[in-house]
């Protein structure tokens, strides 16, 4: 999922944020917690990188091959395959990086999440 800049989410998980204190020091009186469904905006996404050319060309390679190297005489099979296979390291870094996405949400009700995954957000 590609999150941007001013897109609406919607908070798939319930998420624990902490014990609320009152009083005393240490003492708690609750949980504080933003439950599934509570919606917002996208205000920052960090750690995304571009799409390099090769992870383009990996791309579109694998779609390629997916979708046409049945129909394809098998020379030029085995040569998009060689191609492809020269590209996984391209891609397969650039998976790595992608898994560390986090994102800052302005929710409707005020609260800012930052530093949360994609992962508990979807686009609405």
């Given amino acids: 999922m590609a999150l941007e800049e001013g897109r609406r989410v919607r908070l798939v998980a ?3 944020i902490g014990e609320a204190v009152a009083g ?4 708690a009186v609750g949980f504080l917690s933003l439950g599934a469904g509570l ?4 205000e920052r996404v960090d750690g995304e990188l571009p799409e390099s050319e090769a992870v383009r060309e990996y791309q579109r390679l694998k779609a390629l091959f997916e979708d046409y190297g049945h129909t394809m005489p098998a020379a030029s099979r085995e040569r998009l395959a060689a191609e492809i296979a020269s590209l996984e390291p391209a891609w397969a870094a ?4 992608g898994r560390r996405v986090t994102v800052r949400v302005r929710f409707d009700n005020g609260f800012v999440l930052d530093g949360a995954h994609q992962d508990v957000l979807a686009p609405q």
């Fill in 14 to 16: 319930d998420l624990g």
């Fill in 24 to 27: 005393e020091p240490g003492a």
């Fill in 39 to 42: 919606e917002g905006t996208v």
């Fill in 94 to 97: 650039h998976r790595e990086r």
